[in-house]
């Protein structure tokens, strides 16, 4: 699939969304929610390293990585190795950030997976861990033959998509979920709180729309004759 169009333009409104979604996030968790900590009386400060990091790693850095072979004006040999530390980045930040999720249920003593949020939750980071290790194994080392690469680069690309979309999903379900529960303590429905977080996941959302529409212009990688996707 290829549009008649170059994807740089989609990738600048991305880099520019993915600092504003950040900055959103941060001023929740710390202006709103009180900062973070990973030992702490107020088990809150425990939660709130969860939506940072799982902002920041799967989607902002993961983010990154997908559109990373259409905004760097690298050899694609270095830009595959940014591809893979990326993701590797999001993935170690995406477990640093459930961990922590967990933590605050534990020490808070809340019960551990009892939600949609959190079932699809383990789902994606599941899903991302198995598809950077076939990645890795299959593409950088030791790296599969020509063949195995060629056919393996279009399911690669559908399963990171796919995983990716899932993930942004899940964000926008975590978002709502936060949300709800505090609006059921009393935090005002109208409030400049509630916004903040609603804009903080449409900002996500149209930040994941724009990394799509990154890698739809032009294939991953150079066609060959065939419209196959020829080995990286
Ligand atoms: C792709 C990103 C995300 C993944 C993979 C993810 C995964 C998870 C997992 C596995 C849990 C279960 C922890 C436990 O049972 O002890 C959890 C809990 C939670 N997450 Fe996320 N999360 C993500 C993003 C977010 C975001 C952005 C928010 C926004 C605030 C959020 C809010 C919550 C809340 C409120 C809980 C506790 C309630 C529950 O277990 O459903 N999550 N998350």
């Known amino acids: 699939m290829a549009l008649a169009v170059k994807a740089f333009p989609f990738t600048v409104v991305s880099h520019v969304l993915a600092i504003v979604a950040l900055i959103l996030v941060l001023v929740w ?3 709103f929610r009180g900062g ?6 107020n088990k809150n400060l425990i939660f709130n390293i969860h939506p940072v990091l799982m902002l920041l790693g799967l989607i902002i850095i993961g983010g990154e990585a997908i559109i990373s072979y259409k905004s760097l004006p ?14 590797g980045v999001a993935l170690a930040l995406g477990i640093v950030g459930i961990i922590a999720a967990f933590k605050n249920h534990n020490e808070s003593g809340i019960a551990n997976l009892y939600s949609l949020h959190s079932w ?16 890795f194994v299959t593409f ?7 063949d195995l690469r060629r056919a393996s680069l279009p399911w690669h690309v559908l399963f990171g998509i796919t995983i990716y979309i899932l993930a942004v999903g899940n964000s926008a379900l ?24 609603n804009f903080t996941a449409i900002t996500t959302v149209i930040f994941a729309l724009f990394v799509i529409l990154s890698v739809i212009p032009q294939p991953c990688v150079q066609e060959d004759n065939h419209g196959d996707y020829s080995a990286i």
Do not use: D, M
């Not at 973070?36 to 009386?41: G, I, K, N, Q, R």
């Open 29 to 31: 968790t710390i202006h």
């Open 36 to 41: 973070f900590a990973w030992e702490a009386v």
């Open 74 to 87: 690298l050899r694609k040999e270095v830009k595959k190795v940014i591809h893979l530390v990326l993701h």
């Open 120 to 135: 699809i939750g383990i789902g994606v980071i599941s899903l991302y861990g198995l598809q950077w290790v076939y990645g």
């Open 140 to 146: 950088f080392y030791p790296g599969g033959s020509a």
């Open 174 to 197: 975590g978002f709502l979920e936060k949300l709800t529960f505090l609006e059921s303590s009393g935090l005002a429905k109208y409030g400049n709180e509630a916004f903040l977080v």
